[in-house]
């Protein structure tokens, strides 16, 4: 158990439709990070959050936006979803910034979308 | 070509040693790390390497990291059936992506009993 969490595991919608996706990361992790994992591009980083900041941004579609609480909590708002975002979410977290700050993953968010 | 590579599949039977290649593009890469993934699962941090080492041994685990090649290797002794998941290797510290890990397509370790 990585001490990252992530809610719902399996989530099933229809094209079109919002989905939220909801991360808490490990008791004293000010970063959280978002990675995609599909079929045809393997895992991908989406966006980092710093304390609240967004950090970076990787390969994430307009459609697609994130946001880092108070209580370091994150999001990841999924809307207007296709039948190609059929794919795991994954969570992870760090202590900090600095490159050499491991990241650990949460078991992720399967997101069916037909 | 991709940033990060590695081979799809790896067959061993119980009890041999595993060997998982992945080679990267990106001589910047600072911190260089195996991830375990099995089915239906997250992703398990196994090990890393900083670029400044040749090797990382840890427990079963062994890294070895060719920096001039641009080459890291997993060997996993003894492999066993529990052993059997996807290895992902992942480089982060690349000047131009902060510390965002780019991953490789994976390894599928396949361990017979």
């Known amino acids: 158990d990585s001490g990252v969490t992530q809610t719902p595991k399996h989530l099933i919608t229809a094209t079109g439709q919002r989905v939220t996706l909801r991360c808490s990361p490990r008791?004293?992790?000010?970063?959280v990070y978002w990675y995609q994992q599909s079929l045809d591009q393997g895992l991908q980083f989406l966006i980092q959050?710093?304390?609240?900041?967004?950090?970076a941004k990787g390969n994430i579609l307009e459609r697609f936006s994130a946001q880092q609480f108070p209580d370091l909590h994150s999001e990841l708002n999924l809307s207007s979803l296709e039948l190609g975002d059929s794919a795991l979410y994954f969570c992870a977290s760090s202590r900090g910034t600095g490159v050499q700050e491991t990241q650990y993953f949460g078991p992720g968010t399967r997101l069916l979308v037909l | 070509g991709e940033d990060v590579e590695q081979s799809l599949f790896l067959s061993v039977r119980e009890g041999d040693s595993s060997v998982i290649n992945c080679t990267y593009t990106d001589s910047s890469s600072t911190y260089l790390y195996w991830y375990k993934q099995e089915p239906g699962a997250g992703l398990q941090l196994l090990t890393y390497?900083?670029?400044?080492?040749d090797m990382k041994q840890d427990q079963r685990l062994t890294v070895l990291l060719n920096k001039k090649d641009k080459h890291l290797s997993l060997r996993i002794a003894d492999t066993q059936t529990g052993d059997s998941a996807i290895y992902f290797c992942?480089?982060?510290?690349?000047?131009?992506?902060?510390?965002?890990?780019?991953f490789g397509g994976g390894t599928r370790l396949m361990v017979k009993p």
């Open positions: 008791s004293g992790d000010l970063s």
């Open positions: 959050y710093y304390n609240g900041e967004e950090r």
């Open positions: 390497i900083f670029s400044n080492m």
């Open positions: 992942a480089e982060s510290g690349r000047v131009s992506a902060g510390n965002m890990l780019t």
